[in-house]
């Protein structure tokens, strides 16, 4: 597995890590077996990926528990992030990063990991009552007192970024980022480079539809991440998903590797850092093979043409 420095820090992560949402289950994923998830676990730590992103709006604490119940005596060997933001109470997840609440959703997610400090505390989205650097500002005190190492950013524009810069340090952003999603990163990616700020990409797979799995329309609950959240599952846009996997597919055949790499493979070009996720130690290898596949300059822009098309 690759390693690369996350941002100016002096940590090196690797470059593929786990994204623990579907770990979670309930509304967002359906069922978990705890079994599973914990095998998954130790799969993506035998493939040398330590990087391991959650956060506890993922099945309302579920992912977070897990994670501390598997891992909990092997916390020196992973980078642990976690989330701040949305806090969530059944089906409802609302925005909250006012001071208090940041602090007491830390103390909920370190209780829940058995762990007493995070690798990288992101906050999760702005919240729109709150101004970012006020939000920021909450998070730089928990620096200073130990209880996380590094401050991460989520689904945020440069004009915020640029707004959080100038409270504190910002080791990561972590955006939506995937062959589908091309711009999500785009304008940040500059400005990230320019000021020693790793990117770190989510959704390479895009809920899997870039894996090809899916050969028609699946028929999923309308609370079902995959339906909602990647927006991929109806119409056109999943008519484009299909497009769009079938040329990773025959890339990925030409390579001799699997769809997963080759998807995750194309974001590592501009992204330092993908997150997976996976519920199947099998679909872990999948990605971590992304890490050691290099795609031509023909190989991406035949990739891109579906945009095209």
């Not at 909920?108 to 992101?122: C, E, K, N, P, V």
């Not at 524009?157 to 959080?164: C, F, G, H, I, R």
């Amino acid at each position: 597995m690759r390693l690369s420095a996350l941002g100016t820090s002096g940590v090196t992560a690797s470059v593929v890590g786990l994204g623990t949402w579907p770990l979670g289950g309930g509304y967002d994923w359906g069922p978990v077996d705890t079994q599973a998830a914990v095998r998954v676990l130790h799969a993506a730590l035998a493939h040398e990926i330590h990087l391991i992103d959650t956060a506890p709006v993922y099945g309302d604490g579920v992912s977070e528990q897990l994670l501390g119940q598997a891992l909990r005596t092997k916390r020196a060997d992973i980078l642990l992030c976690s989330k701040c933001g949305l806090v969530k109470n059944g089906s409802w997840t609302a925005h909250d990063l006012r001071p208090a609440s940041v602090r007491a959703q830390l103390e909920g997610s370190l209780a829940r990991l058995q762990t007493d400090y995070l690798d990288i505390y992101f906050i999760h989205y702005p919240d729109p009552k709150v101004p970012l650097a006020e939000a920021v500002g909450t998070l730089a005190r928990l620096k200073e007192e130990g209880k996380i190492r590094q401050i991460g950013l989520c689904n945020v524009s440069v004009e915020q970024l640029a707004q959080a810069v100038q409270v504190t340090q910002i080791a990561c952003v972590q955006n939506e980022y995937s062959l589908l999603h091309p711009s999500a990163g785009k304008n940040v990616f500059a400005y990230c480079r320019a000021n020693g700020i790793s990117f770190m990409g989510y959704g390479t797979l895009c809920g899997g539809f870039l894996s090809g799995k899916y050969k028609r329309e699946p028929n999923l609950r309308r609370a079902d991440a995959r339906n909602y959240f990647y927006k991929t599952a109806r119409g056109t846009a999943f008519t484009q998903a299909q497009l769009a996997a079938a040329r990773v597919q025959q890339v990925a055949q030409a390579k001799g590797v699997c769809a997963a790499a080759v998807a995750g493979a194309w974001a590592l070009q501009k992204a330092g850092f993908i997150l997976c996720g996976a519920k199947t130690p099998a679909q872990v290898a999948q990605n971590a093979a992304a890490a050691d596949v290099t795609l031509t300059a023909e190989e991406t822009a035949f990739l891109e043409q579906v945009h095209a098309s």
